[in-house]
């Protein structure tokens, strides 16, 4: 029934037709024109009805649609000429065959519908009733529908053309019949007589009579196929240039040019891509030479799992010089096949299964485009189509070529910041501490993770052994990204280190450090180099002997403390200026840290983030790090999956983790030393008995001379109160004599004759290092004996 007049139908001869030729259903109508019930006609051949051998006009394999006449048996044995039109309902199925009974009758120039068709048509129209019947059309429009006038008056919409456009035609022509007010409609059909469907503006507007009186409507049909595509071709220009290169990416973005392709564009696409040269060099400049050698970085499909595909993502093809990918690439321009010199399947014989895939997905149409940026050939896209009946045009070369180009700048520049990444990424690890040093003070772990896809940034840590058994630890963070960045990390890191070795305290260190900066970022604005250079920094000292930690920082989060018998914290420091300021102060500030506290050392990427503040964060980071404090590893891990998202942290993170451990009082003695030179010899015979209660007798001669160098150097230059502290290690025995005076020795070269200058020499000979370091009260001069070899 129709949707707008369900009682109307006996105006219009209807049968159905299955594909056996059978007749599944008889009208009204039907019977008015030839006089048989349904019940009499359902259920038998369509040819019964037919008064010679003539075969009923069903559409062709490739046909929607086929009109004829057609001599009729009527029930009373007339025979009737009678025209027919027949639509196949569905693809390999019905056919509905119908005739029009009524509106035949030719109308008259005086007719009030003609008049106003002949009045306000511009253009291609038709005018339907009140009844949404064809009543009339011009010869535009007849040419458009492919059928004379005369044959299909009195028909609706639905019923002349596409089942499915027709009827959403006649709900549009309803709605102005019923309100009066006309409205444009966008339609995608084919016109009479042609294979390729164009794009339709329908402007449907009421008729009116002189007394204002609705007595049908007007439908003006305007091709505006060309401004169609026109504005499709702008569209996906504009597409690509949003969707196409949101990542530095290379994968991803050649997946982006696939993604607006389809179904835009062709059916399938994929993005073939050279291999990069080795050592980080450039692509040639020229085309390349058969066999071309490409590797999958992305396609797809408008079917699901893309099931056209033959070769898979990140899988490599080697494709000769009769191959639409090789041929376009050495020719150095897109390329469309089917053309004017062979077929598609002519071109894929190279390749069976392409070939079976030709066949079994129909495709029928497919063109090749090199993928350029910068003179240099980086790889080719392939687009094929086997949905979209039409064959690629002269419109869509161009449009493929312009979003090519576009991508091809994006996937260069993906690949040059791929290549600076990966530069960057191994000068950074090459220059961070491979593993953490093994020390008495301190239980370490650490975590390096560069940004997921940003440039790889000036993130380090390192842990430094000092003496007298104690350890720095550093976290800093260079300011920007990149391979400039990683250069500046290493600098500091070596000038850490450096200044660590002379046993500088933190504020004094991040001083120097500061000025350092500042003239690095002096250097880089004299080279014109855009951004200055920049850092934060947090520097800790651990004492195991006194369990005291003194932290200083520069701009840098404060650390966490997590002591063995409460909740973590945040450490109260003063935050201090950022370096390459300059001119500034820093201040350091001091913990007692209980054997087993755990210090948490970290960067800012690892509580930024666009989902959540920093204060959640680092909640998130204090529950993580107490519930698997137990082990530092397990503990590094556990923070890092509770604060960084699962596509990777949007920033450079540096994580250091240390427990800390503490000496037993047993292994520390202390005596304070008259400045007199006469008691140097019960020193030694204490430093004896001391070392004997140790179990360190094999080592008692080099302590006994090293101890007694160091003293009598304290009494004859230092000044009191003088004392001597042996620390006892695993691996070392450390000696150090400390006196109140800030003047610092230096090793010199004794002349043959002099009688003195060759104490410090001995202390050099007979230990594994030796050094000084200045105290509140004056200086400390220290030497580490191994044990290792005593043993």
């Given amino acids: 029934m129709s949707p707008v007049h369900p009682l109307d139908e006996a105006a219009t001869a209807r049968a159905v037709i299955d594909g056996n030729g059978t007749l599944i259903h008889w009208s009204e109508g039907a019977r008015r024109l030839l006089g048989y019930p349904s019940e009499e006609v359902e259920g038998r051949p369509a040819a019964d009805l037919l008064a010679s051998s003539d075969t009923v006009p069903l559409p062709g394999a490739g046909d929607d649609r086929r009109s004829g006449v057609l001599g009729l048996r009527h029930r009373d044995g007339r025979v009737l000429s009678v025209w027919l039109l027949a639509h196949r309902l569905e693809k390999g199925g019905d056919w509905l065959v ?56 009195g028909l609706r919409v639905s019923e002349i053309g596409a089942r499915q456009t027709g009827e959403r035609l006649e709900r549009e022509m309803a709605e102005v019949l019923a309100s009066g007010r006309g409205r444009d409609v966008e339609t995608y059909a084919r016109a009479g007589g042609e294979n390729r469907a164009h794009h339709w ?109 033959v070769v898979r993502p990140g899988d490599a093809a080697v494709y000769p ?6 041929d376009s690439l050495i020719a150095d321009r897109p390329l469309v096949a089917p053309n004017g010199t062979g077929t ?28 350029r940026a910068r003179g240099r050939t980086l790889g080719v896209v392939v687009l094929s189509r086997f949905r979209r009946p039409d064959p690629f045009t002269a419109d869509d070369v161009l449009l493929a070529e312009e979003v090519t180009a576009r991508a091809a700048v994006c996937i260069d520049n ?73 250069a500046t990390m290493g600098r500091l890191r070596t000038a850490v280190r450096t200044l660590a070795d002379i046993d500088l305290a933190p504020d004094e260190l991040l001083t120097h450090l500061d000025d350092l900066v500042v003239r690095l970022s002096a250097e880089a604005g004299a080279e014109g180099t855009a951004a200055e250079v920049g850092a934060t920094c947090v520097y800790a000292v651990y004492d195991p002997v006194s369990r005291r930690c003194t932290l ?27 370096l390459g300021v300059g001119g500034l102060p820093f201040e350091s500030v001091e913990l007692d840290l209980p054997e087993g506290t755990v210090l948490a050392l970290y ?111 304290a009494i004859r230059y230092g000044e009191p109160p003088i004392r001597l502290r042996l620390i006892h290690g695993s691996e070392t025995l450390i000696c150090e004599v400390s006196d109140s005076s800030p003047t610092a020795p230096h090793l010199r070269r004794a002349k043959t004759f002099d009688e003195g200058g060759r104490g410090l020499l001995l202390v050099a000979q007979l230990t594994q290092r030796w050094g000084s370091r200045h105290t509140p009260e004056g200086k400390t001069i220290w030497a580490e004996l191994t044990l290792l070899d005593e043993e």
Avoid at 106 to 116: G, H, I
Avoid at 555 to 568: I, K, Y
């Fill in 98 to 153: 119908l005739t029009p009974l009524e509106g035949r009758e030719p109308r008259t120039p005086e007719d009030p519908l003609v008049r106003a068709l002949l009045a306000q048509a511009p253009c291609a129209m038709a005018v339907y009733d009140e009844r949404l019947r064809l009543y009339g059309l011009n010869d535009a429009m007849s040419e458009v529908i492919g059928l004379p006038e005369d044959r299909i008056r």
């Fill in 201 to 309: 503006l329908a402007r449907i507007a009421p008729l009116t009579d002189t007394h204002g009186r609705v007595i049908g409507v007007c439908v003006a049909a305007h091709d505006f196929t060309e401004q169609y595509r026109a504005r499709e071709r702008l569209q996906l220009v504009n597409e690509a240039s949003v969707r196409i290169g949101t990542t530095l990416d290379v994968t991803l973005t050649a997946q982006e040019l696939a993604d607006v392709c389809v179904p835009a564009l062709a059916d399938f696409v994929s993005v073939d891509l050279l291999d990069p040269p080795e050592n980080g060099g450039e692509y040639r400049v020229g085309p390349p030479t058969a066999p071309v050698t490409l590797r999958r970085a992305a396609h797809r499909s408008v079917n699901a799992g893309d099931p056209e595909a």
């Fill in 321 to 326: 010089a009769s191959s639409p990918q090789a």
């Fill in 344 to 371: 598609l399947e002519e071109w894929l014989s190279w390749d069976g299964p392409r070939g079976r895939h030709v066949r079994e997905y129909g495709v029928h149409a497919t063109m090749s485009v090199p993928v």
């Fill in 414 to 486: 993906a690949r040059r910041f791929s290549r600076e990444r990966q530069t960057a990424l191994a000068l950074q690890r090459s220059l961070l501490p491979q593993t953490l040093p093994r020390t008495a003070a301190l239980e370490a772990a650490s975590r390096y993770l560069p940004a997921a896809r940003a440039g790889v940034g000036g993130d380090w840590f390192d842990v430094i052994p000092l003496s007298g058994m104690r350890v720095a630890m550093v976290v800093g963070d260079v300011i920007g990204s990149g391979v400039q960045a990683s």
């Fill in 552 to 578: 200083a920082g520069a701009g840098h989060p404060p650390p966490l403390v997590l002591p063995p018998d409460g909740p973590p914290r945040q450490v109260d420091m003063p935050p201090g200026p950022a």
């Fill in 603 to 713: 960067t800012d990427g690892l509580l930024e983030s666009r989902e959540r503040d920093v204060d959640t964060g680092l909640r998130l980071f204090c529950r993580a790090l107490e519930e698997s404090s137990r082990h530092l590893e397990e503990a590094a891990h556990a923070i890092l999956r509770a604060l960084l998202p699962a596509g990777g942290a949007p920033d450079d993170v540096a994580l250091l983790l240390a427990r800390t451990q503490g000496l037993a009082a047993s292994d520390v003695a202390t005596w304070d030393i008259p400045a007199d030179p006469a008691l140097v010899a019960p020193i030694r015979k204490q430093v004896s008995g001391q070392l004997e209660v140790w179990g360190l007798t094999a080592a008692t001669f080099t302590a006994e001379l090293v101890v007694s160098e160091l003293v009598t150097n």
